[in-house]
DNA sequence: GTGAAAGCGCTAACAG
DNA sequence: CTGTTAGCGCTTTCAC
């Protein structure tokens, strides 16, 4: 591996200058730059970035935490994420961060872990935090980090966050089913041991309720069943749903698009047809969607993580501190699996 | 952030000897190592990954290379090294590769970029590479990152690698529905298009035809159709195979579990019932299986990642020049889409 | 616009 | 078992 000095070498300069000229700073000229360009090349010159990091202090290297990456969701943002980044030179490390709800100490000292040895390395320039809700305990070890970070999908105190605005997002949700004439419709909300993420089941269930009390409907608890965002407990609650006479719906609502497509599932199991018999919404923008014919409010996660790497770069050269939340798009997406009521 | 100077100086002794002790080397005292790590609480001091990567040439960090983040193979494999590496105290440092299929320019240069510039920068101490299939020139670039790389999936010429033996998975999945008695047994291979992937598609399919010609069967391409390893293309394949007249199986063996769920759901729509008009069989022992009651032979694709992490690992600390090829886990799981052929 | 030189914070001989 | 001393390879003042 060939070192900055043999390039001097090559070209003819100081070290100084290369360092100067592949970094594409102004005070170089154009004949120097590019007998420094291709004597590297000639070299197959790249720069150690432990060097480059302990030197500067800078490493071109951001961090992406997140709760896991298996879920739909998080997997659209860390792609999204990781090819701004690499766009911009930047490499990614990945923290999966275990939560703590199962009460596994494993996976608290794992947590522990990441606030306490690798956060403090300085391995980062900055941190992605998707999805994160932290205790304040955790809060308080992640001022340590001075680097800046940049949330989505969540308020993170003292920091740039991402925002979806779930009220609204579950109201228009609702409307549209409102608007097509559906008066019984359910909801299939998160459980609340989802509530650490930032009260997104609250405020997805809240944003259905305020839109059928606006319509002079009243919320019906029984018309509400909770599951765990997966196709498997959106199945489940929708038999739920389906089976208590009580209930009886002509429009479900359902908090993802997983759950949604469980909802679909369950309905034909049970005889009933999406839509003549039942409208199914959900919330997301799955690949899947497509298939199921599934209407829904689609909230781009790939541009998620686009625009918190977009952010944090911008951060990273400027250290402006602007904290204002940013509002994140969204888009009904209507399909198949929603109709006007049956006028029977 | 506190130096090691300052902890050398609280703990009274030279930073020499807290690296040792910092770094759990036998050659210190209990009694120094003691001190050591009281005075380095004391002060919140935790190495700085840049100073210690340069001064001793290792990262602490590893690269994990893999075409896609959002297919359920590649996240469940990414969670598995992540958990491995994490516990081990390394970072890990994601690369999503893009396929160069599609003849887009921007991923030929993307790809070019990941082995000229951020495989040299010498971030990582070593590569687990998923699904990798390179092209020779890519191969000859690979080997200026001198590191050990240990690749999944397939072959990496000069590197060691996990195998799955397609052969007998697919060869099981097959003799699975023969012992069943069924033999008009349909097959949903990978398109060829994948077949980058090491051939996968091919040798899944070479299994599923040495099952049947032991069998006395011959091997019919009427009985063959080609997806994408999605539900969606699943689907469409056996709504084909279920309505061309001359296929009419009793069985279809999927090569992917996603095809084989796609399967379930084209069945039903057809009204065919699952296992009790056709019997259906994937591989990979995706989480969902559990809900459709899917049977298949399951890869253990977390096993593959923390496998891949300790032998990578071991190579090291080692560096052993093992490179025999390391045999996958697998196992048939069988639940409720499968059963013994109607005696109609 | 370019060079000289002083570190960045740590590890790894080498002594003792 | 512990300290001294060179660097690791680069960036960044500070001069010129």
Do not use: C
Request: proline share 5%.
């Amino acid at each position: 591996m060939p070192t900055i000095e043999e390039v001097a070498g090559l070209a003819g300069v100081s070290t100084a200058t290369v360092s100067r000229a592949l970094a594409g700073k102004s005070s170089v000229s154009p004949a120097t730059r590019q007998r420094v360009e291709d004597a590297a090349k000639a070299l197959g010159y790249v720069v150690s970035s432990a060097a480059s990091s302990l030197a500067s202090g800078r490493t071109r290297n951001v961090g992406v935490v997140m709760p896991s990456v298996q879920s739909w969701f998080f997997t659209r943002v860390l792609a999204g994420a990781h090819r701004a980044l690499a766009d911009a030179g930047y490499d990614l490390t990945l923290y999966q961060l275990d939560s703590t709800l199962g009460g596994d100490p494993e996976a608290v000292a794992r947590r522990a872990r990441f606030f306490d040895e690798f956060l403090l390395r300085k391995r980062v320039d900055g941190l992605i935090a998707v999805s994160l809700e932290l205790t304040d305990d955790e809060l308080e070890r992640l001022r340590h980090f001075r680097n800046p970070v940049v949330g989505i999908g969540g308020p993170l105190p003292g920091s740039r966050s991402l925002m979806l605005d779930d009220l609204s997002v579950s109201r228009l949700a609702t409307e549209h089913l409102l608007s097509l004439g559906h008066r019984r419709i359910a909801h299939i909300g998160g459980d609340t041991s989802f509530d650490v993420d930032f009260h997104l089941p609250t405020h997805r269930r809240e944003g259905y309720e305020q839109a059928l009390t606006a319509a002079g409907i009243t919320p019906d608890a029984l018309m509400v069943r909770l599951a765990d965002f997966t196709i498997e407990g959106g199945y489940r609650a929708t038999l739920q749903l389906l089976g208590d006479p009580r209930v009886n719906p002509t429009a479900i609502f359902a908090a993802s698009d997983e759950m949604a497509m469980g909802a679909i599932l369950a309905a034909r199991d049970l005889g009933k047809r999406v839509p003549d018999d039942l409208s199914i919404v959900g919330i997301d923008g799955h690949e899947l969607g497509d298939f199921f014919g599934l209407t829904t409010v689609d909230q781009f996660p790939e541009t998620q993580g686009r625009l918190a790497t977009e952010l944090l770069l911008h951060e990273l050269d400027d250290d402006s501190d602007d904290l204002a939340p940013v509002a994140l798009p969204y888009e009904l997406m209507v399909r198949r699996s929603t109709s006007i009521i049956p006028t029977t």
